[in-house]
T-cell receptor, first 112, second 114 residues
Framework: DQQVKQNSPSLSVQEGRISILNCDYT??????FLWYKKYPAEGPTFLISISSIKDKNEDGRFTVFLNKSAKHLSLHIVPSQPGDSAVYFCAASAVGVNDMRFGAGTRLTVKP | KAGVTQTPRYLIKTRGQQVTLSCSPI?????VSWYQQTPGQGLQFLFE???????NKGNFPGRFSGRQFSNSRSEMNVSTLELGDSALYLCASSSSGSFADTQYFGPGTRLTVL
């Protein structure tokens, strides 16, 4: 039961342009969302998060947007850099439930 | 501060065998979670331990079990291995176990079942 879905397995963008990674969820109980980045042979590292009381959170080049009515969130990376090339996982959790659900990941390739 | 460590990094087993994976969390972290990563499935939650107690469990069969020791180190055991158990197994630690806390992941143990 995939409660968190990342429908694009891969994305390729040019250096300097915007990367937009999308994530959909089905469980309306989710109230906290996170993005993780994973390089090969390493564990995922936390990137940015957003709680359901907000619709946007920004950290440097990374911005996460949350649309609760559409059960959709997206990660924007501007400008994209070659070092951003990695697999990005979207994750969701609910307060009081110690169970985080992850999407299948989107492989981002930023071309110089 | 040392990061999350997992041993071994690579394992090859045959069907029917059992395997034990180890995870040492960041010093001071009391929560350890385990995940299975397979192509196309992303990261799937196995279970979470806090202060030696399993607090939550994902939707995996009983062949998957774990435990946590008083020093917060955790082990995961898979019995009667199946080919489909081939995956990257990741553990993550956090201080309180709330998923609003940042989880820090180890590099993973890649298990291959032949």
């Amino acid at each position: 039961d995939q409660q968190v879905k990342q429908n694009s397995p891969s994305l390729s963008v040019q250096e300097g342009r915007i990367s937009i990674l999308n994530c959909d969820y089905t469980n309306s109980m989710f109230d906290y969302f996170l993005w993780y980045k994973k390089y090969p042979a390493e564990g995922p590292t936390f990137l940015i998060s957003i709680s359901s009381i907000k619709d946007k959170n920004e950290d440097g080049r990374f911005t996460v947007f949350l649309n609760k009515s559409a059960k959709h969130l997206s990660l924007h990376i501007v400008p994209s850099q070659p070092g951003d090339s990695a697999v990005y996982f979207c994750a969701a959790s609910a307060v009081g439930v110690n169970d985080m659900r992850f999407g299948a990941g989107t492989r981002l390739t930023v071309k110089p | 501060k040392a990061g999350v460590t997992q041993t071994p990094r690579y394992l090859i087993k045959t069907r029917g065998q059992q395997v034990t994976l180890s995870c040492s969390p960041i010093s001071g972290h009391r929560s350890v979670s385990w995940y299975q990563q397979t192509p196309g499935q992303g990261l799937q939650f196995l279970f979470e331990y806090f202060s030696e107690t399993q607090r939550n469990k994902g939707n995996f069969p009983g062949r998957f079990s774990g435990r946590q020791f008083s020093n917060s180190r955790s082990e995961m055991n898979v019995s009667t291995l199946e080919l489909g158990d081939s995956a990257l197994y990741l553990c993550a630690s956090s201080s309180s176990g709330s998923f609003a806390d940042t989880q820090y992941f180890g590099p993973g143990t890649r298990l291959t079942v032949l």
